[in-house]
């Protein structure tokens, strides 16, 4: 088993990844077992797919546990269920010794976190993420949120889980459109982390049913890890995760949730950005070249055409702009992110040639 550390003080954890972990659950959580109520919050077919056998097996060992399901998509993340699952846990009796198990997606991780965050002042929570995006990026660091009606995560908090448990197996009912969108994600680590990993991803891209994805999942997750243990609040070295994220984020705006998913937005995003990068004279134009090759190894949705002022005034309404400035990501080089805070309107709007 790998054990990767999230140093951030009283507020540390561990993320354990291994294949096969989650039939390990009760042992790993043995300890932390005190009598509480135990709420497995999920969506229904993954409860068929693994979530009943998880809760049957910890019953058969001795933990107090129910389960809560949302619906699948974003609509989940919305302020209703936020409050028929809270109604749903005092129907439980549950009170602030429960501890949420958050079984499922990005979308599972980020209601249940939230709901954990809030619940009677905060309860414990564990992240067992069951995409590839939850594995190597949300079940990680303490985001959680909901969207409102004006826009996708606005209502949230930073609430750090007390363990995450990844089970690189359990990637095998995912379709592939969705390992693709974390695919997307850890072509981000290697291009503002780490030039070799990237190197690794764009080889094992070019066969993709033989892709390591546990090894890829648990560098992806050292990298987070470092990242969100030297700057857990995001007022610097995190931002840095964000690249590809500001033209990804007004990609899905634009097209619709759903019509694109996350980590495909990101990829197209990091298309972009990579090309900023270059015309603003700081990454060299054949790195550049190997960054986009490595991205477009990726099976993308084809874009339809795209409104290039409308998709600018999604980037003005990013939640990076900070003061009026935008924290935009950018590569020094590959394997190096850096924060530039002058790209040009005329800048991101030529950027998108290289995406249609
Ligand atoms: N908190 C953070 O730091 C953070 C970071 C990135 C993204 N996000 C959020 O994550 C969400 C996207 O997450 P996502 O990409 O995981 O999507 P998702 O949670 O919607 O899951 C995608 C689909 O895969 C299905 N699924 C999940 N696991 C499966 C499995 N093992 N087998 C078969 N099907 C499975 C789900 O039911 C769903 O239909 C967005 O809401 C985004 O805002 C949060
Ligand atoms: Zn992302």
């Known amino acids: 088993m790998k054990t990767i550390q999230v140093q951030l003080d009283q507020r540390s954890y561990s993320i354990q990844v291994e294949p096969g972990l989650i039939n390990n659950i009760p042992e790993i ?5 005190h009598g509480q109520k135990w709420i497995i919050i999920s969506q229904y077919r993954l409860m068929e797919f693994f ?4 809760q049957l097996n910890l019953k058969n060992a001795g933990f107090d546990c ?16 936020f409050s028929r699952i809270i109604s749903q846990m005092i129907d ?14 990005g979308v599972v991780g980020d209601i249940a976190g939230f709901v954990a965050s809030s619940f ?24 959680t949120g909901i969207n409102t009606a004006e826009g996708k995560n606005m209502v949230g908090s930073i609430y750090q889980p007390k363990g995450v448990l990844v089970d690189p197996d359990l990637l095998n009912t995912l379709p592939r459109e969705e390992v693709i969108s974390g695919l997307g994600e850890i072509i981000k680590y290697g291009a503002i982390w780490d030039a070799d990993f990237l190197n690794n991803i764009s080889i094992w891209l070019d066969d993709l049913n033989s892709f390591p994805l546990d090894k890829a999942v648990e560098k992806s997750c050292t990298i987070k890890a470092d990242i969100v243990s030297k700057d857990e609040r995001e007022n610097g070295l995190r931002q840095l995760l964000n ?6 984020h007004a990609l899905e705006a634009h097209l619709g949730y759903g019509r694109i998913r996350h980590g495909e937005g990101v990829a197209l995003g990091m298309k972009c950005a990579g090309w900023i990068s270059s015309q603003l004279g700081i990454l060299d134009k054949n790195q550049f070249q190997n960054l986009t090759t490595t991205i477009d190894k990726l099976t993308l949705p084809k874009l339809p055409h795209m ?11 990013d939640k990076k702009i900070r003061n009026g400035i935008l924290h935009f990501i950018v590569l020094d080089q590959l394997g ?6 002058t790209v040009s309107d005329d800048l991101i709007i030529n950027s998108l040639k290289v995406i249609q």
């Open 29 to 33: 959580l043995s300890n932390h077992n």
């Open 51 to 54: 979530g009943f056998d998880l």
């Open 66 to 81: 129910d389960f809560i399901t949302v619906p699948v998509g974003e609509a989940a993340k919305s302020l209703n269920e």
């Open 92 to 105: 439980m009796r549950c009170d602030r010794s429960t501890t949420i198990l958050a079984l499922g997606g």
């Open 120 to 143: 009677m002042r905060g309860i414990k929570y564990y992240q067992i993420p069951t995409t590839l995006l939850a594995m190597v990026d949300s079940s990680i660091g303490g985001k």
């Open 243 to 248: 690249f590809g994220h500001t033209i990804g």
């Open 307 to 317: 409104d290039p002022n409308t998709i600018l005034s999604f980037v003005k309404n």
């Open 336 to 341: 190096k992110g850096n924060i530039c805070e």
